[in-house]
């Protein structure tokens, strides 16, 4: 049998909004976040007001050139933003990248964090994105892109295992335990703009200075950065 209409948009409204807690599963009373007040208030919201000069840009000084960077969230171990992100990651919740980026946007945009010109999510190996069903940044930008009004430039940058032949020589030494490399192969996409190129977490930063330098390789482009959590290194 066919499905109701009912059914579809309940479908459809819990695909653009979850309905429990995802880290305590706990009713949610407002739909357009993903933790319940409880929750809301374990987590540790990243300072946004000095997006240029942060803990986020000081790991990645000296090391990738950038306007700006920022994350949604501190990640503290058992906080709600670490069990989200791990519902996230493996358990078919797209909603919750989703719902963060448009947080995220929300505060961006009330504090004035503009000029951006498109967004690059971090890309997942094709394998992987097939099995997951999803790439989480992906996710995490449309949610930006909702609120900032800027396109998403998914199909710019690809990931690749490394291989002699796809990378120079003096980056493959660099990046020798990471075993990835990063490839924009529509660079017209990208010229002349200011990008926000987005992953999940800021760890050591390894994935983003690639895919970041990478990105720098386009003529004239600018760079700022977004992750959901910013871990302890
Ligand atoms: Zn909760």
Redesign the pocket.
Same mark, same amino acid.
């Given at each position: 049998m066919f499905p109701s209409l009912r059914e579809l948009c309940a479908g459809f409204l819990h695909l653009l909004y979850p309905e429990l !807690?995802?880290? !305590?599963?706990?009713d949610l009373p407002v739909r357009d976040t993903c933790? !319940?007040? #409880? !929750? #809301?208030l374990k987590n540790a919201p990243f300072d946004l007001t000095s997006a240029g000069d942060n803990e986020f840009t000081t790991r990645m000084w000296g090391r990738l050139p950038m306007a700006w960077g920022i994350s949604a969230y501190h990640f503290t171990r058992k906080s709600?933003i670490q069990k989200a992100l791990h519902q996230l990651k493996y358990h078919n919740k797209p909603e919750i990248g989703l719902v963060i980026g448009r947080e995220l946007g929300k505060r961006m945009l009330a504090l004035g964090l503009s000029g951006l010109e498109g967004i690059v999510p971090v890309p997942l190996h094709p394998s992987k994105e097939r099995l997951r069903g999803y790439n989480q940044s992906s996710v995490f930008a449309q949610g930006l892109s909702e609120i900032l009004g800027i396109p998403v430039l998914g199909k710019s940058l690809v990931r690749k295992k490394m291989t002699s032949t796809q990378t120079n020589k003096k980056r493959m030494e660099r990046f020798q335990n990471v075993g990835d490399v990063f490839v924009v192969e529509r660079p017209e996409l990208l010229k002349g703009k200011h990008l926000l190129l987005v992953d999940d977490v800021l760890t050591t930063g390894a994935t983003l200075e690639m895919c970041g330098l990478a990105i720098l390789e386009v003529p004239d482009t600018r760079l700022s950065l977004a992750t959901i959590a910013i871990a302890d290194k």
């Amino acid at each position: 049998m066919f499905p109701s209409l009912r059914e579809l948009c309940a479908g459809f409204l819990h695909l653009l909004y979850p309905e429990l !807690c995802v880290a !305590c599963q706990h009713d949610l009373p407002v739909r357009d976040t993903c933790f !319940c007040l #409880r !929750c #809301r208030l374990k987590n540790a919201p990243f300072d946004l007001t000095s997006a240029g000069d942060n803990e986020f840009t000081t790991r990645m000084w000296g090391r990738l050139p950038m306007a700006w960077g920022i994350s949604a969230y501190h990640f503290t171990r058992k906080s709600p933003i670490q069990k989200a992100l791990h519902q996230l990651k493996y358990h078919n919740k797209p909603e919750i990248g989703l719902v963060i980026g448009r947080e995220l946007g929300k505060r961006m945009l009330a504090l004035g964090l503009s000029g951006l010109e498109g967004i690059v999510p971090v890309p997942l190996h094709p394998s992987k994105e097939r099995l997951r069903g999803y790439n989480q940044s992906s996710v995490f930008a449309q949610g930006l892109s909702e609120i900032l009004g800027i396109p998403v430039l998914g199909k710019s940058l690809v990931r690749k295992k490394m291989t002699s032949t796809q990378t120079n020589k003096k980056r493959m030494e660099r990046f020798q335990n990471v075993g990835d490399v990063f490839v924009v192969e529509r660079p017209e996409l990208l010229k002349g703009k200011h990008l926000l190129l987005v992953d999940d977490v800021l760890t050591t930063g390894a994935t983003l200075e690639m895919c970041g330098l990478a990105i720098l390789e386009v003529p004239d482009t600018r760079l700022s950065l977004a992750t959901i959590a910013i871990a302890d290194k």
